[in-house]
């Protein structure tokens, strides 16, 4: 079976302060991660996916197979940054977590 | 390039009415995906085209829902008859391939079962 998890719903931080959005996988064969995100009134969108290893918007990614996480980092978060946030695994099937909403205080 | 087009873009009916919703891809993307968003949930993949088959509709409740994507182009989705828990975003997205390309979202049409 395939699941996505996301511990938080709602994550708040000051701007300038670092961020952390954890996602945790179950998957028995080689994952493929991404991070989607949702900025307001707008359409759903790549973010990055864990094969580019890059960085894009200051944000990035790792695979932790022991683990089993691809947590979402960035050094210092922007209010621009305010989004909702989801990890997916394209094993079987594409499968999204239940989506952490970043919320960048001023 | 223009982007994914979904239509309408909301719906209201009442349970057990018939809805179809359609959806135009990106030019040239052979894959096209159909999900259901229920309020405070991730997206669910319904089903997958690739060009006009069927890749993967396991999570396609079939009794109900049909999709079809004829010349492998655009796409419709119907549900019929409709239940309460079938409200949701069902969005529609497309992909130049399978694994680990880039899916493009359209806009979204929001259903509302009464």
């Known amino acids: 079976a395939q699941r996505v998890t996301q511990p938080e719903k709602l994550l708040s931080v000051f701007k300038g302060a670092p961020v952390e959005l954890k996602c945790n996988y179950s998957y028995s064969g080689s994952p493929e991660l991404f991070w989607y995100v949702q900025y307001s009134r707008q359409r759903l969108q790549l973010l990055l996916r864990?094969?580019s290893r890059e960085s894009i918007k200051g944000f990035t990614a790792d695979l932790n197979k022991g683990e089993t996480s691809f947590h979402l980092k960035k050094p210092f978060a922007q209010e621009e940054d305010s989004a909702m946030y989801y990890c997916v695994l394209d094993g079987q099937n594409f499968v999204f977590g239940p989506g952490t909403r970043l919320s960048v205080l001023p | 390039e223009a982007g994914v087009a979904q239509s309408p873009r909301y719906k209201i009916i009442e349970k057990r009415q018939s809805v179809a919703f359609w959806c135009n891809p990106i030019s040239g993307h052979a894959t096209l995906y159909w999900y259901q968003q229920i309020l405070g949930q991730g997206p669910k993949l319904l089903i997958q085209f690739q060009n006009n088959g069927v890749v993967d509709d396991s999570q396609l409740p079939k009794d109900r829902f049909s999709a079809e994507r004829l010349k492998g182009v655009d796409s419709t989705l119907k549900i019929q008859p409709a239940k309460l828990e079938d409200s949701a975003v069902y969005l529609c997205?497309?992909?130049?391939?399978?694994?680990?390309?880039?899916?493009?979202f359209g806009p979204g049409t929001r259903l509302t079962v009464t």
């Open positions: 997205a497309s992909s130049l391939g399978g694994k680990n390309y880039e899916q493009y």
């Open positions: 864990h094969i």
